[in-house]
């Protein structure tokens, strides 16, 4: 495996070391925060931080590569996220997280359905999935009195998951066009932020910036905003360029076992059999997903040009 191979897993997993403790911070926030709000000063945040990166504005080669930029800002970043946060208001954070984790199957099916059968999903990723999600759901309903159901938020998690592997598709292509990865990142946002705008109509924002005189509002949102945003996109794109959709969106396998390890060290939470079992099978499943995912695609995209961070 080549240094630049290794390098663009380990973006992968940054991505979701990080990703994996957003929920803590945004549940913070939905305490005085609508979803839409928490939305928006995050992205605005995350928008003039890569400006301040990169003040160089980006110029298309291309017109219709406008399209592509705007797809991927309303999907993975706008559609997406906004059905997270609501969805978080409406049912467990542990429900979520086990179905929001089940987009690397929605993300190999519609891999498979753009490449027109190119790309077939082998059987280690079948297998690698089902592992993985009897981890996720041992580790995320161990202790629990009763299994909490809420089929509004559920359904809208399952819609996330499935917009996420729209989104992932469209960021490799993206990659395609060979441009810097900040102001590509940055055009995706500026989408993503006029998105927000009927949605903001439709939910009722209000722009309410004494909300950011508390210490935990800034820092979650600061947090949000620069971390799990500018910079992660940013490393994630990367890593999709780079490795395909398929095998970097099966890192997302990880984010339920990030939750536990924080709540240990960080809320010094008592660790059970299970949980250790659960991130066990989660880990050998990231491993058969990693190790056969799909046939036929590159693990390089070599048609498109270095793109820097």
Not at 202 to 211: A, M, R, Y
């Amino acid at each position: 495996m080549s240094q630049k191979h290794l390098t663009s897993h380990g973006f992968a997993l940054f991505t979701i070391l990080i990703w994996g403790t957003t929920f803590v911070a945004t549940k913070v926030l939905l305490e005085d925060m609508s979803p839409i709000q928490i939305l928006v000063y995050r992205f605005v945040l995350g928008y003039l931080a890569l400006w301040l990166l990169a003040p160089k504005p980006l110029r298309l080669t291309d017109r219709r590569q406008e399209l592509w930029f705007a797809a991927a800002g309303v999907t993975g970043i706008a559609v997406y996220q906004m059905m997270e946060n609501v969805a978080l208001t409406m049912t467990t954070a542990s429900n979520v997280g086990v179905i929001i984790s089940s987009a690397p199957l929605f993300t190999g099916i519609a891999a498979m359905l753009v490449s027109r059968g190119k790309e077939k999903l082998k059987w280690g990723f079948y297998l690698g999935f089902l592992v993985s999600m009897v981890g996720i759901a041992l580790i995320s309903y161990t202790g629990a009195s009763e299994f909490q159901l809420d089929w509004r938020g559920d359904l809208l998690s399952v819609l996330a998951a499935g917009v996420w592997a729209v989104y992932s598709v469209i960021a490799q292509k993206l990659g395609t066009f060979g441009y810097p990865t900040i102001q590509s990142t940055r055009r995706m946002f500026f989408y993503a932020l006029i998105a927000m705008i009927p949605m903001g109509a439709l939910t009722g924002f209000e722009l309410d910036l004494s909300l950011m005189t508390d210490p935990a509002h800034l820092g979650s949102i600061c947090y949000l905003g620069l971390g799990a945003s500018a910079l992660c996109f940013m490393t994630w794109n990367t890593a999709i360029q780079r490795l395909g959709t398929v095998q970097t969106t099966v890192y997302l396998y990880l984010s339920p076992v990030i939750t536990v390890v924080c709540s240990i060290f960080v809320l010094s939470e008592r660790v059970t059999w299970m949980s250790l079992l659960g991130i066990t099978l989660t880990l050998v499943g990231l491993v058969v997903s990693q190790w056969g995912s799909v046939q036929g695609e590159k693990q390089e995209d070599t048609s498109c040009t270095e793109s820097t961070l």
